[in-house]
């Protein structure tokens, strides 16, 4: 049974930069912390080059998307959720207008079907709490396994 109202951490997703859980159920609803492109382990972030300071001189926003798409599904999965969960996604973009079409490309790839796909909204921001170029916030709506037939939704 899936615990009506509890706070999720997923070993396999990046730690939390602060002190906060992964995500939080309440009830069929299911909220994730803003989730960044860390790699999980290593809190590496994929595509970063830093100068010869340790100043960020470079990202690849590629490398980024797909690695939080990667771990959105990690906390998803560690909350008993699945991808085709996802209700509503709000993007951070650092660069909207360096960004935003290879962001929406690689979106694309993961949502193929508009009518399927989660509701969007994409903002461009100044800056994140890491040296990060994108992160989501996402909610998901689930229901135990053996009522999760969503043409009943």
Not at 63 to 87: I, K, M, P, Y
Not at 97 to 106: K, L, M, P
């Amino acid at each position: 049974m899936i615990d009506t109202q509890a706070a999720y951490t997923s070993g396999n997703a990046p730690a939390a930069v602060g002190s906060y859980p992964h995500a939080r159920r309440i009830g069929e609803l299911l909220f994730l912390s803003g989730i960044g492109p860390r790699t999980p382990g290593s809190n590496t972030i994929p595509g970063n080059v830093h100068d010869d300071n340790g100043l960020l001189s470079e990202y690849n926003i590629a490398a980024q998307c797909h690695q939080v798409f990667a771990n959105v599904r990690a906390v998803l999965q560690a909350c008993s959720a699945e991808w085709t969960d996802l209700v509503d996604v709000t993007v951070y973009l650092t660069d909207m207008e360096r960004d935003f079409g290879t962001y929406n490309r690689i979106w694309e790839e993961h949502f193929p079907d508009p009518a399927t796909a989660p509701c969007r909204t994409t903002l461009g921001i100044i800056a994140l709490p890491t040296p990060i170029a994108i992160e989501l916030k996402c909610v998901a709506a689930t229901r135990p396994r053996d009522h999760h037939d969503r043409s009943a939704w």
